[in-house]
C-alpha cells in the first residue's frame, strides 16, 4: 500500500475512488431502477471528468456506454462527447448519437 501511494502519489486516492466505484458494478440482487441510478450516477460523473479534463487539459473525448445484460439492460445507453469532438461519431462512424449507442450495444 505504502508503495502504491509513492508510485502515484498525485493521484492514489483518485484511483482509489474509481476503483471502488467500479466494484459497485459487479454486485449482484440490485432492481433494474437501481441499476438504472447507477448508470446514470455513473455516466453524470464520467461526463464531469471529461469536461474537467477538457477545459483544464485540452483533452477531447468521445464516451459511449451501455448495460452489459442484453435483455435487462435494454434502456442503458449514453454517449457523451466534449465541444471540440462534437461530430466525431458522425464523421468518422458514419451514425449519430442513438445509432453509435445502438452499434456499441451489439457488441456486448
Known amino acids: 500500500y505504502e508503495l502504491f501511494k509513492k508510485e502515484y502519489s498525485d493521484t492514489w486516492q483518485e484511483i482509489l475512488i474509481k476503483f471502488e466505484e467500479s466494484t459497485q458494478y459487479t454486485e449482484t440482487g440490485k432492481t433494474v431502477a437501481q441499476w438504472q441510478q447507477l448508470f446514470n450516477k455513473s455516466a453524470k460523473r464520467f461526463t464531469q471528468s471529461l469536461v474537467a479534463l477538457s477545459k483544464a ?12 445484460i442484453v435483455n435487462q439492460d435494454a434502456s442503458l445507453g449514453y454517449a457523451y462527447t466534449t465541444p471540440g469532438a462534437e461530430d466525431f461519431f458522425m464523421e468518422r462512424c458514419h451514425a449519430d ?11 456486448i
Open 57 to 68: 487539459h485540452g483533452i477531447e473525448a468521445a464516451l459511449v456506454m451501455a448495460g452489459s
Open 97 to 107: 448519437t442513438d445509432a453509435i449507442i445502438g452499434h456499441f450495444k451489439a457488441h
